[in-house]
């Protein structure tokens, strides 16, 4: 694996680092912390040791849009191509942490989760010469930029969620593939450590760990590969409110300077935007990832743009850059495999793509995942389009392929998941909802009471294919919506979990399910030519 020689259990942190500016500043030195917030700045953190630079905050976002905009415009020199591409497994954790698989639609689509990892990684002279601070050559990379890009079952709509790189987290016990050393599960950990426990299988392991959704693939940047994919696109239109330059009397600042209005950034110039802090808005890492997404999806829609184009030289080129920046997992190892995958994803247009920042709060100087994380998680898992426009899917769209046995022939197994983190269980609630189905005909329910799930909202389980008509049957009799019936490889038949939502009562009335995007997701439609970052006055002139 490309990352075997720099791995092993990343160095201590400090705690300078936050969403809001703090002593870890941009400077035009361009030395800032590898631990620090600046991203362009030089200097030491509060704790003595030199800050290494934050370089490679939006490098997933060219990593994306090159998957995104390569489809139709055909690789040349395919074995070439293939050589060029590093791979490396997919997932290194523990099998029980791993999410189920997504279900097929009635039409036999799955939807496609794909992980975008950038690699801080010291790992080659131009790597160093690009991040900074020799003393960290070959030492343990971090994953400083990760996002989950869902694509719908359908092919109608994506949607894609960034993580803060210093959001808390449990990483999983990961076992590294080529050493076999074995890194032992951590609790609220920054989550960009992760890649240094085994390689980027560790950072998919962790994100199913917290977010319950199944990763198809990965693809992984560095430094080098930012650089290169920057050239190679030829520039990407980029906005700012007033005049800017990010630079301020101490020298803090990326140095970015452009006039109002829409330029063409590449080079240097579109990383200066891509780390710039200072001058946009509150000077805050959320600000900067609201103008890497506003630079995503710019560079989505110059690409799908180029791949239009009959310039079979500036193609060649941005294959060559595509294909030497990435590392992959085996499952789209291959120029081909790529090929078929961008094919998919071209599928889906502009105007459905939308970005969001997972929402987070602070504890200290890092950040947690929020409620609002939670549900934006729970919309990704169920295929439901981050921007609205979701079609009302049909009884018939999601009926199981095998029908349901009569009641009285249904085995079910019924569970009391009523607890709550302040809330005992209801004492024989499964017995008593099993009573229940007895009387409603379901004569073969019986209570579990060997395990007692927590479980918020009451669901229905089932094991194999041949089991979802009788899940489904079992659900409609009580109620209970067709979005809380899911296989589970954790039962052995048909399982009621009764939930906290029904702690009483004989008939389940199921809650009314708020499918909107949060606020806190910070959305952004890839289709907007009109966004434009607003400068903060002290950075103008």
């Known amino acids: 694996m ?21 002593a870890d500043q941009d400077t035009p030195a ?116 990760q996002m989950l890009l869902h694509v719908s079952a359908d092919r109608s709509n994506m949607s894609v969620v960034s993580m803060p790189r210093d959001t808390l987290v449990d990483i999983p016990k990961c076992t590294d593939p080529d050493s076999g050393d074995v890194f032992e599960s951590r609790q609220r950990t920054m989550t960009n450590q992760s890649l240094g426990r085994g390689g980027p299988g560790c950072t998919v392991a962790t ?110 080129k941005l294959a060559e850059a595509a294909t030497n920046a990435l590392t992959v997992d085996e499952g789209i190892g ?29 504890v200290g100087s890092r950040v947690e995942p929020t409620e609002d994380a939670t549900k934006l998680f729970r919309l990704v898992r169920e295929d439901i389009a981050l921007d609205g426009k979701d079609k009302k899917k049909t009884t018939e769209e999601t009926a199981p392929t095998d029908p349901a046995a009569a009641d009285g022939e249904i085995a079910v197994q019924v569970q009391n998941g009523t607890r709550t983190d302040v809330l005992a269980p209801v004492s024989g609630r499964a017995t008593t909802v099993a009573g229940l189905l007895v009387d409603k005909g379901f004569t073969r329910a019986v209570a579990d009471s060997s395990t007692t799930p927590t479980a918020d909202t009451t669901v ?33 038949g048909v399982t009621l979990v009764v939930g906290a939502d029904w702690r009483e009562g004989t008939a389940y009335k199921a809650p009314k399910q708020d499918d909107r995007t949060p606020d806190t997701a910070e959305a952004l439609n890839a289709s907007d030519t009109k966004a434009c970052m607003k400068v903060s006055d002290g950075f103008t002139w």
């Open 2 to 22: 490309a990352q075997s020689s720099v791995r092993g259990e990343a160095p201590a942190v400090d705690d300078t680092m936050s969403l809001t500016p703090r």
């Open 30 to 145: 361009d030395q800032s912390g590898r631990h620090g917030g600046g991203g362009s700045g030089g200097g030491r953190g509060t704790d003595g040791r030199p800050r290494r630079r934050r370089v490679l905050r939006w490098s997933a976002t060219v990593l994306a849009v090159v998957i995104l905009g390569t489809a139709g415009a055909g690789y040349l020199y395919y074995q070439h191509l293939n050589g060029n591409l590093k791979k490396d497994d997919l997932n290194i954790g523990d099998a029980k942490d791993r999410a189920a698989e997504s279900e097929a639609n009635a039409a036999g689509q799955t939807p496609l989760n794909i992980l975008l990892i950038g690699s801080d990684a010291r790992d080659t002279e131009e790597n160093q010469k690009l991040g900074g601070a020799k003393e960290t050559f070959g030492g343990t990379p971090l994953a400083d930029v």
């Open 207 to 316: 994100w199913e760990k917290l977010t319950d959704i199944h990763i198809d693939h990965f693809m992984m940047i560095d430094f080098s590969g930012v650089v290169s994919m920057a050239d190679a696109i030829g520039g990407v239109p980029v906005c700012v409110d007033k005049n800017i330059h990010s630079k301020d009397s101490q020298g803090h600042g990326s140095g970015l300077k452009l006039e109002k209005g829409t330029t063409y950034v590449k080079g240097e110039q579109a990383l200066q935007w891509l780390r710039t802090r200072y001058g946009f808005e509150d000077g805050s890492d959320l600000a900067r990832a609201k103008a890497q997404h506003q630079y995503m999806n710019s560079m989505v829609r110059e690409l799908r743009k180029n791949a239009k184009l009959s310039n079979p030289n500036k193609l060649r």
């Open 334 to 362: 291959t120029v081909a495999k790529l090929y078929d995958l961008a094919g998919e994803l071209k599928k889906v247009p502009t105007s459905r793509i939308t970005m969001t920042t997972m929402p987070n709060q602070y």
């Open 460 to 492: 229905v389980r089932y094991p194999s294919a041949e089991l979802e008509g009788d899940a489904r049957r079992l659900a409609k009799a009580l109620g209970i919506p067709a979005k809380a019936v899911e296989k589970s490889t954790d039962v052995s």
